[in-house]
């Protein structure tokens, strides 16, 4: 129970962090972008919101796997493939709670308009100066919701880290399997100490997302 805990909170951990990595340049394109195709790519990014998690990881483990071009070139690189691995599930893991962690960023990014950077240019600001000193500041209301909801949301996973991760202990076996585990040899005790503690989990991550992004748009204005 305990190795399943800490690996879970290990994914959720790495999987927030590269959320952040490749989320925020992202959500800044979508607000930024002038391209009439951006909202093809929005639509994209958002396709987990919509998939059930079951298809996602059918088509990440095709993709991913050792019959597939992608999935011999990653083997190619770095001696393995990625199903089945705790790599693969950090990679499932950033497709599946991407949308989670963009559209809020998104949201930021353009509720502030275009006023905050047009001050800073008139300053001879570069635009990466602009970017790190104004709008990351003025979006981090947005940037804190994300990066909660896609730990929260990393962390309550169960179709896609299922189907492209499957049920290794120490390896792939998180949580939410863990669960399904107990339910199906019925440790009706085990299961309910595991749910019941994620129950409290979402409500606190839910309660503190509320209460911090509340005080912080109150900084704000």
Do not use: C
């Not at 947005?142 to 189907?163: K, P, Q, R």
């Not at 492209?164 to 440790?187: F, H, M, R």
């Amino acid at each position: 129970m305990a190795e399943a805990v800490f690996l879970t909170l290990k994914l959720a951990i790495l999987t927030t962090i590269l959320l952040m990595v490749v989320g925020i340049p992202i959500a800044w394109w979508l607000a930024r972008s002038k391209a009439w195709w951006k909202e093809a790519v929005g639509a994209i990014v958002s396709l987990p919101l919509v998939l059930p998690p079951t298809v996602l990881g059918f088509y990440l483990l095709l993709s991913l796997g050792p019959q597939s071009p992608l999935g011999q070139a990653i083997k190619s690189v770095v001696g393995f493939t990625l199903p089945f691995t705790f790599t693969g599930l950090v990679v499932g893991s950033v497709i599946y709670s991407l949308p989670f962690a963009v559209q809020p960023i998104r949201n930021a990014f353009e509720a502030f308009g275009e006023e905050p950077l047009e001050a800073a240019a008139t300053l001879r600001s570069s635009p990466l100066d602009r970017f790190f000193t104004v709008a990351l500041p003025l979006a981090r209301p947005g940037i804190l919701t994300g990066a909660i909801l896609g730990f929260a949301h990393t962390v309550g996973e169960f179709g896609v880290v299922l189907m492209i991760g499957g049920n290794i202990p120490g390896e792939t076996k998180v949580l939410s399997v863990a669960i399904y585990d107990y339910v199906e040899t019925l440790q009706w005790g085990k299961a309910h100490v595991l749910a019941g503690g994620m129950v409290v989990f979402s409500f606190i991550v839910i309660l503190s997302m509320m209460l911090i992004e509340r005080r912080m748009r109150s900084r704000l204005t």
